[in-house]
């Protein structure tokens, strides 16, 4: 980042960066919380709902949404006659070849009429591999082949740390939930895919207990990531501020030792005559 300090007709040029890799880690572990929860609240809430869960459910949706967002944290992205794209399409489609019982699936997406984009298709992909209670065995094969997975991803990226393999333990746990989803008509291309927090917060207030408190400590990991950073920032602001401070002193100084130079030029000639 470029930080430009005008005085007077004097410029200052600061140059700073965050770390990426910090940042990467903590949108890794601001994931992995944000799945845990929604991972947690969709099993108990299934259970209590005791029937088979549809497309319109809605703590289903939001765990599909942050599904969406584990896979396509540090993509790498794809350059095309469009110009470049970042989809969780490509990884997903590697799962066939390592498990043969996927390519059914993949055949199926494929063959879905209306999809036209790869993300669509990912979306598809993951409500069949829900409902072939197949989800989580199929993200433990893709993680452990970290080989192909860095076609994809950047060496950071969730799917390539622990807590991709994480998170696809705990995917084990929706083998307990019957879901069906008619998707002939859905519209999976143009889904917008946003975490509606609201919804965790409601379902912590209203759980007592252990439970209760993990779901807690979890919305609390995603606001002391966030305090974390704004931390971090204003150390460097400070940071920042002192150089500036240190730099408009010396420019002060500069420009009266000028002064001095440039009286002294002005009487010197006469003296030279005298």
């Known amino acids: 980042m470029l930080l430009i300090i005008r005085d007077g007709n004097c410029c200052i040029f600061l140059l700073f960066s965050i770390d990426p890799n910090y940042l990467m880690a903590n949108e890794r572990m601001n994931l992995m919380n944000?799945?845990?929860l929604s991972i947690k609240g969709l099993i108990e809430s299934a259970l209590n709902l005791?029937?088979?869960?549809d497309s319109d459910y809605a703590p289903l949706q939001q765990f599909f949404v942050v599904m969406e967002h584990c896979l396509k944290h540090g993509l790498k992205a794809k350059k095309t006659f469009l110009g470049q794209n970042k989809s969780f399409w490509g990884p997903l489609e590697?799962?066939?070849?390592l498990v043969p019982e996927a390519a059914e699936i993949t055949a199926s997406v494929k063959d879905l009429p209306g999809l036209k984009t790869p993300a669509g298709r990912g979306r598809a992909w993951l409500r069949l591999a829900l409902m072939q209670k197949k989800l989580s065995e199929y993200m433990k094969a893709l993680i452990n082949r970290k080989d192909l997975l860095s076609e994809f991803y950047?060496?950071?990226a969730l799917m390539m740390e622990e807590e991709g393999?994480?998170?696809?333990?705990?995917l084990v746990g929706l083998n307990v939930i019957d879901a069906n989803f008619c998707m002939k008509g859905e519209d999976l291309d143009s889904q917008v895919g946003v975490i509606d927090f609201s919804m965790y917060l409601k379902d912590g207030n209203s759980t007592k207990g252990s439970e209760g408190d993990g779901q807690i400590t979890a919305i609390l990991d995603q606001?002391?990531?966030v305090e974390e950073l704004n931390r971090h920032l204003s150390a460097t602001v400070n940071n920042l501020q002192a150089k500036v401070d240190a730099l408009e002193k010396s420019n002060t100084k500069l420009t009266e030792e000028v002064s001095v130079i440039g009286?002294?030029?002005?009487?010197?000639?006469?003296?030279i005559n005298n």
Not at 94 to 97: D, G, I, N, Q, R
Not at 165 to 170: S, Y
């Open 34 to 36: 944000m799945a845990k």
């Open 50 to 53: 005791g029937r088979t869960l």
């Open 94 to 97: 590697l799962v066939e070849k």
């Open 154 to 156: 950047e060496p950071n």
């Open 165 to 170: 393999a994480i998170i696809a333990g705990l």
């Open 223 to 225: 606001k002391n990531y």
């Open 263 to 271: 009286k002294h030029l002005m009487f010197w000639p006469f003296g």
